[in-house]
């Protein structure tokens, strides 16, 4: 079954450019079904999967001929399972340089893009990032009517106001900040991996996400990257998804997972790279008095972290809801693929977001529940500091926007 993402529209608009398309992303993220469900919707186009290892050795070995079989009479050629193309970037070079046929790409690690493709194809490829499905994605296969009726309206004139220049943002009410909430609490629990979305309960959706966590090291940890270091490796993700939101400390993570800092920072790259986390740097101007070093980290999906700690209690009943919906926050702002920072002062003041875009500055705080226009010491210091262009408290079941002081205090699930 095909949900639609967010990213086929904008894939789309480039089919007509010339240059090479690349959707990238974790495995099981969907890249080959939204790789398929543009290519049947494509006259004159071919579609090949380099796990068939008799396609891949002929592309590997002999790019003439598997161009007059595969790509010669075809408008457009997709493939699938790139990352096994072991100098894929030189093959890829010859056709775009000597042929018109357009080519479209995904691969489940960007690491071999990285390093052997794009060296060759600087000016001649576009890489698009395929996430989990984000909030709004899940929503609308959930409840489509939901979504599209009151979710989307409202998602839209929030961000109209963060990011434009809107006065003010729309009104939310009660109910329906109850009747979100309902599938907020699924979605911070087992996140947004489209197999884990369509599974019908909880006992299925925790089998497939410890799958997608144990395919992870046998295929992209093994198999494709050939670590040797896959225990250090697992017990360092364990060690970070307890972690999540707190500043990390290199020695503590070499000691608990017996790396030495050389291979530590390896192996957290590969983890950013095959986008299981991300490290989030301060912001600061002053290294006086504001933190200047230590990077805080998050996992991209929700689903990913809990079956790394181990952890499918409903939402209500865990002792981590803090760590779930700041984690939560940072998936949706990277799957957005804006740019975040923390905020801390040598002094321990914290604010958990900082965004700057087109030269304004948006600072988030995060809080699990909120009864009153309450914005921590922290958020208002830095407000004043660095005069905000918005200043956003998000919370499970709060909703108020301060005209005085300009603070938005919004439900957690419209970031």
Not at 49 to 64: A, G, P, Q, V, Y
Not at 221 to 228: E, F, K, M
Not at 335 to 345: A, C, L, M, V
Request: proline share 2%; charged share 25%.
């Amino acid at each position: 079954m095909y949900i639609k993402r967010e990213l086929e529209t904008k894939i789309r608009k480039y089919l007509a450019k010339p240059e090479i398309l690349a959707i990238i992303g974790a495995r099981q993220s969907g890249k080959t079904t939204l790789l398929k469900e543009i290519f049947k919707s494509l006259k004159d186009a071919v579609y090949v999967d380099f796990e068939d290892r008799d396609i891949l050795e002929l592309f590997s070995n002999d790019i003439k001929s598997f161009y007059n079989l595969y790509a010669m009479d075809a408008k457009y050629l997709f493939i699938d399972e790139f990352q096994y193309a072991k100098e894929g970037g030189q093959k890829l070079k010859y056709l775009y340089d000597t042929h018109k046929t357009k080519i479209i790409i995904s691969g489940s690690s960007v690491l071999d893009l990285t390093h052997q493709a794009v060296r060759y194809l600087v000016g001649r490829i576009f890489i698009f990032n395929l996430y989990p499905f984000n909030f709004r994605e899940y929503l609308r296969y959930c409840n489509p009517t939901l979504c599209k009726n009151i979710y989307w309206n409202i998602k839209n004139g929030i961000d109209e106001y963060l990011y434009e220049e809107m006065k003010s943002p729309p009104n939310v009410s009660g109910d329906v900040i109850k009747e979100i909430n309902r599938y907020y609490y699924e979605y911070a629990v087992f996140g947004g991996y489209p197999r884990v979305v369509l599974a019908e309960n909880s006992d299925e959706k925790m089998m497939i996400l410890k799958n997608i966590y144990n395919t992870y090291f046998l295929r992209e940890i093994r198999d494709i990257l050939q670590l040797s270091t896959e225990a250090e490796l697992q017990k360092l993700i364990k060690t970070l998804s307890m972690q999540v939101g707190s500043l990390v400390a290199y020695n503590e993570l070499c000691q608990i997972s017996s790396l030495n800092y050389s291979n530590l920072m390896k192996h957290l790259n590969i983890l950013e790279k095959t986008f299981v986390i991300k490290r989030v740097l301060p912001f600061y101007t002053n290294k006086r008095i504001e933190i200047a070093k230590s990077p805080k980290v998050y996992f991209i999906d929700n689903g990913f972290r809990n079956v790394a700690v181990g952890n499918f209690q409903r939402f209500e009943e865990r002792s981590d809801i803090g760590n779930l919906n700041e984690n939560f926050v940072a998936g949706q702002l990277l799957k957005e693929e804006r740019n975040i920072n923390y905020w801390r002062t040598k002094s321990h003041a914290e604010v958990d977001f900082v965004l700057e875009e087109k030269g304004r500055k948006m600072a988030i705080e995060v809080k699990s529940t909120l009864h009153s226009n309450k914005a921590g010491r922290a958020l208002l210091s830095l407000k004043e500091k660095y005069s905000l262009h918005r200043t956003v408290v998000v919370s499970e079941n709060h909703f108020s926007f301060d005209k005085e002081r300009d603070i938005l205090f919004m439900p957690i699930f419209f970031v």
